[in-house]
T-cell receptor, first 117, second 110 residues
Framework: DAGVIQSPRHEVTEMGQEVTLRCKPI?????LFWYRQTMMRGLELLIY????????DSGMPEDRFSAKMPNASFSTLKIQPSEPRDSAVYFC???????????????FGPGTRLTVL | GQNIDQPTEMTATEGAIVQINCTYQ??????LFWYQQHAGEAPTFLSYNVLDGLEEKGRFSSFLSRSKGYSYLLLKELQMKDSASYLCAVNTGGGNKLTFGTGTQLKVEL
């Protein structure tokens, strides 16, 4: 398997622009997670899906952020409008759910490094 | 709220043993994970503990005490490639939701 795939790997944009990050989870995995990592705050969970349904979006910072999972093999995280404080590395991860969820290892994608000028 | 504490940085010598501690106070507990993250790369899974005690995996071991809200990751026979950030994460319940600590940056020196 190719692992979790994210695109783009790097994104530089100007404040106010819309940014869309993309993720393809490992085939057969039931859970998909979006994280944001910064030096100050570490790795933070933004939202996660189970079988394409959003389960917990309490980590989404504000209404400028939205995430969708239209099918089992694709998810997007959108920021509109983007701000300089959104600059971070955004990771997507997936897990199988075979062990009932709680002990499943999460597999991370390579991340998207976002810079908002 | 959720609180997970780890030392920010540690330095150790190649070939030595190092212990990275993690303490947690969370509203729920459904297991504790350790992940390794090299600079510029994604986190990768190292270990999982849900019961008290020690889990050993080659050069890496992880310990959990639920009553004390405490875990440690033990790395033996350190190698230069072990220089990385080590992230402690707690499953606070509800599927597979993890709350991560800010990580411990380990530097292995000659």
């Amino acid at each position: 398997d190719a692992g979790v795939i994210q695109s783009p790997r790097h994104e530089v944009t100007e404040m106010g622009q819309e940014v869309t990050l993309r993720c393809k989870p490992i085939s057969g995995h039931d859970y998909l997670f979006w994280y944001r990592q910064t030096m100050m705050r570490g790795l933070e969970l933004l939202i996660y899906f189970n079988n394409n349904v959003p389960i917990d979006d309490s980590g989404m910072p504000e209404d400028r952020f939205s995430a969708k999972m239209p099918n089992a093999s694709f998810s997007t995280l959108k920021i509109q409008p983007s701000e300089p404080r959104d600059s971070a590395v955004y990771f997507c991860a997936s897990s199988s759910g075979l062990a009932g969820g709680s002990q499943d290892e999460q597999f991370f994608g390579p991340g998207t490094r976002l810079t908002v000028l | 709220g959720q609180n997970i504490d780890q030392p920010t940085e540690m330095t150790a010598t190649e070939g030595a043993i190092v212990q990275i501690n993690c303490t947690y106070q969370t509203s729920g507990f459904n297991g504790l994970f350790w992940y390794q993250q090299h600079a510029g790369e994604a986190p990768t899974f190292l270990s999982y503990n849900v019961l008290d005690g020690l889990e050993e995996k080659g050069r890496f071991s992880s310990f959990l005490s639920r009553s004390k809200g405490y875990s440690y990751l033990l790395l033996k026979e350190l190698q230069m490639k072990d220089s990385a950030s080590y992230l402690c994460a707690v499953n606070t319940g509800g599927g597979n939701k993890l709350t991560f600590g800010t990580g411990t940056q380990l530097k292995v020196e000659l």
